[in-house]
């Protein structure tokens, strides 16, 4: 395989430049809607904002109060961005004054029983999404599963991938070369991903409400009047009061190839729980979960990357990739930025550019166990300290600053950026240069920047995040929206009530053999 350097070179000519450039990205923000006391709304998903189960653009995660927004795809960063933000503006107008939490960790937690989870009709299809978030519930707790984050789909061009096949050996099909490419991006990913808490981590603190009784040996600090953090911790959404999973810790899910993969993900879902088998799953005649596995469907599998296609009609998501291989890939490790209305800034979706780009064109040697450990390990160090003083990391066994493996990280997305920009100072350029702000000074880090605020002036990260709730919710409700966009959002809106309607108003086999029929296919 030709060297990092080698393929710059190869595709600095105007054409590869543009098929370089012509990306494909989507969004998907979580925020949960609130009071204006600061509590978790308990009401059922506005009918304004359509079915949650049918809508494509507006839904719900685990709870009834956690909205995911979700953009089509795009390739101009300004068109993606706008779609984003006319989807929030809109929303803001239809939540009779209640507002959204724009960070990752949940306002104040009261009673966890008082947590709604996601209802979506009475169809079968729609009552086992309910019932899988049930089932999270029992399994994890109903706090873990109220945290948001924002996701970033991926893909490069086919012209980029017709230039990379041409420069390939062509040992493989063009389309198992895509999906390996692809899984040579996760790997080298899963070796970096560290940079993106570091970087993005903003959830360096949170409410001391979402502990409760919760046993941490985190050596967690007190600001204000409740807030608890640790002085350099980057993301402790990404920790183990997050999305973690011990029961997943046995898994062996390959990312080495695809075949690897798809078998690792079909033991798994496979796989009994001894745990999981004592909360049972129909007990009393009620459901409490989809089944007693380690993983009762695919999405249970927490990780910090996915590799997706597009399913077609009910496939499950392994099913979509064994017919046709890897599409795209979604980032997952991304805290809501509060310095955003709408969780994320442009020079971050540029920063993601230039960094999975850096991941597709660099070698990317397959991972073994030791390597695997040394990845988490290195995930967890800046979780939880990234921002301390000297703090190294572990770069094939050996020791390594993290600032200088970040300088070598970000002198190869300069060479990147050089091939997206039409300038010597263009976006790309200007937003490396922006995040490299943060690399030679930690406090420029989101974390770095919430953490100075919340201690310099001694507030509450609620009172803090409240304030920023307010602010957005009138910058959304003033943001232009023309009748044209307005009347398509109310349409949608109409018309996925009117799918719902449709779905719930044809006869079904009952919900014990429609589990049993999903199950067995």
């Known amino acids: 395989m030709k060297s990092f350097n080698e393929l710059v070179g190869d595709l600095s000519d105007p054409v590869s430049r543009q098929a370089l450039r012509a990306m494909q990205r989507g969004i998907e923000r979580e925020a949960l809607r609130i009071e204006k006391t600061g509590h978790l709304a308990a009401d059922s998903h506005p009918q304004a904002l359509g079915s949650a189960l049918m ?99 991926f893909s490069v061009s086919d012209d980029l991938w017709n230039r990379l096949y041409d420069l390939s050996d062509k040992s493989l099909t063009k389309d198992a070369f895509i999906s390996e490419s692809y899984f040579g991006l996760i790997r080298n990913y899963r070796r970096l991903v560290w940079v993106l808490p570091y970087l993005f981590g903003a959830s360096p603190a949170l409410c001391g409400s979402f502990i409760k009784d919760q046993q941490t040996s985190l050596p967690f600090e007190k600001v204000g009047k409740g807030t608890l953090y640790l002085p350099y911790a980057t993301s402790l959404r990404m920790s183990d009061l997050g999305y973690t999973n011990q029961e997943q810790d046995n898994l062996d899910i390959s990312y080495n190839n695809l075949s690897s993969y798809l078998e690792g993900m079909n033991a798994a879902i496979n796989m009994p729980s001894d745990n999981f088998a004592k909360i049972g799953v129909k007990v009393d005649g009620e459901y409490r979960q989809l089944n007693a596995n380690v993983l009762q469907i695919e999405n249970e599998f927490y990780s910090p990357i996915r590799a997706k296609r597009v399913a077609k009609g009910n496939e499950k998501p392994s099913e979509s990739l064994a017919r046709a291989g890897v599409e795209y890939i979604e980032v997952r490790a991304l805290d809501v930025n509060p310095y955003s209305a709408v969780g994320i800034e442009k020079s971050q979706i540029r920063f993601l550019d230039m960094f999975l780009l850096n991941c597709l064109l660099q070698p990317s040697a397959s991972t073994d166990a030791t390597e695997e450990a040394e990845i988490a390990a290195n995930l967890q160090a800046v979780v939880l300290e990234g921002r301390k003083p000297g703090l190294e990391l572990s770069q094939n066994g050996n020791q390594v600053s993290l600032s200088n ?76 929206i023309s009748d044209s966009v307005l009347a398509r959002y109310e349409q949608d809106a109409k018309t996925s009530l009117q799918q719902q309607a449709a779905s719930e108003a044809v006869g079904e086999v009952s919900f014990d053999e429609f589990l049993a029929d999903y199950f067995e296919s």
């Not at 091939?419 to 240069?433: E, H, I, K, V």
């Not at 709730?469 to 959304?476: D, G, P, S, T």
Request: hydrophobic residues 35%.
């Open 55 to 153: 809508h494509s653009r507006i839904t719900t995660d685990y709870s009834e109060s956690l909205l995911e927004f979700i953009t089509p795809v795009f390739e101009n960063i300004d068109s993606l961005v706008e779609d984003l933000t006319y989807t929030h503006a809109y929303s803001v107008r239809h939540l009779n004054g209640q507002r959204l939490w724009p960070v990752s960790m949940p306002c104040y937690v009261g009673d966890l029983a008082d947590i709604p989870i996601a209802d979506y009709g009475s169809s079968n299809n729609g009552k086992m999404k309910r019932l899988y978030r049930k089932g999270l519930t029992y399994r994890y707790g109903a706090q873990m599963q109220i945290i948001s984050g924002v996701h970033f789909n």
């Open 405 to 480: 493996w970040l300088e070598s990280l970000f002198a190869n997305m300069s060479s990147i950026a050089g091939l997206l920009d039409d300038g010597a100072d263009g976006d790309y350029q200007q937003a490396l240069a922006h995040w490299h702000k943060a690399v030679v000074n930690p406090d420029e880090t989101l974390s770095g920047r919430i953490m100075a605020k919340l201690k310099l002036e001694q507030v509450d990260h609620s009172q803090w995040v409240m304030s920023l709730a307010q602010q957005y919710h009138q910058e959304l409700k003033d943001y232009p």
